[in-house]
């Protein structure tokens, strides 16, 4: 790109291992960008201003608050969000969605996308121990659970699957 | 809320990012945008131009070497913190750095940004004043290098001139034998502190020799507690600890009140932070 500031930026987003190309506003965030123009929905957004987690999701490997960045920051970046969790073809949960299923890890599930964002983007082996998990999951507001379901759900999926994070598929 | 309409570039030399910077009065860098974003989505700050660095070949480095760590203006906060060489040669980093915001937001966010953006409460605008870093910046005027103790004039308010552009920070690497603790008072791990400290001691013998101790969220900008540095010399756990906290308390006389604390509370803070660093300086001395 040049060093021309333009108010409409084209942009190629790789979502889900599709890639699109748009010509967007420069002051769209990649949150609404995955929402109303990829038009994938479970990205949730709270706070918009970076402080609940719950549009979390996954540029080139890290964890991120869409609502923190531009669209035109993503230009040339590969997105992973909630919907890559379960297989595409079986529909079968992701282990971690699995153990938030089973173990009562939700109640209005608002925030739940972007939890199991910040988890798939880690390594275990990092953050299995109680303190850690409790300090990785900080960073994502939940007001229905209280948490403890959730820091069981992230144990037993954890434990069941030391060495990935979650499924990877796409 | 939205981001009012702005223009965004992506320059791909200091040059032209210098360039665009000095072109236009409300033109603004953005890093990882972690403070900016928020700020702009909240419309609290009044953006015409985004000037992204992120292109910029070499921005993104963390050099290591004998005399300390350069942090490139691109560098994200997960990345240095990551850094196992970095953290040797300036432990105060990765002390620092374990409590800046959460993983999404250091995954995003850049040292040098925080530098630049000068949190009254952030924890790098002060671990720079403890461990004297220097701040080399490149503007219309050519390059030029900024004491960390004259870079910071105030909330959210730097030595930067108009157009100026961070392009790295430089840490000089911290001598073996001292010890630094970064320690805050924080409602929730990752949240702005209501106050904190960057200690670094010198310990032999079972007593503080020598420290150098800034506070941050007591003050506009990064405070050095000279009072508390003298108070504290010589001495060691099971002394009396009523000068060092009166001196502590005394160097943060202009401490804020706020919603989540009186300037009292603030001061006797920081007044516990210092004890409780020297103790953890001196533990780790006689572990060693």
Redesign the interface.
Known sequence: ???????E?AVGITVNGRLSRHRV???L?LS?YIRDVAGLTGTHVGC???YC?SC?VI?DG????S????A??A?GAEIRTVEDLADSATGALSPMQQAFHDHHALQCGFCTAGFLM?LES?DPAEWRSPERT???L??NLCRCTGYQNITEAVAAAWSTNHEEGGTQHG | MKPAPFAYCRPDSVAEAVEVLASSESSRVLAGGQSLIPAMNFRLTDVSVLVDIRAIAGLDSVTVDADGVTVGAAATQSRVLADAGAARAVPGLRAALRHVGHLQIRNRGTVCGSLAHADPAAELPALAVATDARIRVTGPGGRREIAARDFFCGPFWTALEDGELVTEAWFPATRPDSVTVVDELARRAGDFAVAGLVAMIDASDGAVRTSRLVGFGVGGAPLRLGSAEAALAGWSAGRPTADIEQAAAADCADAFDDIHATSWYRREAVAALVLRAARTALAAKEQL
Do not use: F, K, N
């Open positions: 790109m040049t060093s021309e500031a333009l108010t930026v506003p420069a002051r965030l609404d918009e201003h970076g987690g979390t540029v890290d964890a991120v608050r609502c923190l960045m531009l035109a920051q230009d910040t880690v409790v300090e990785l900080s960073g």
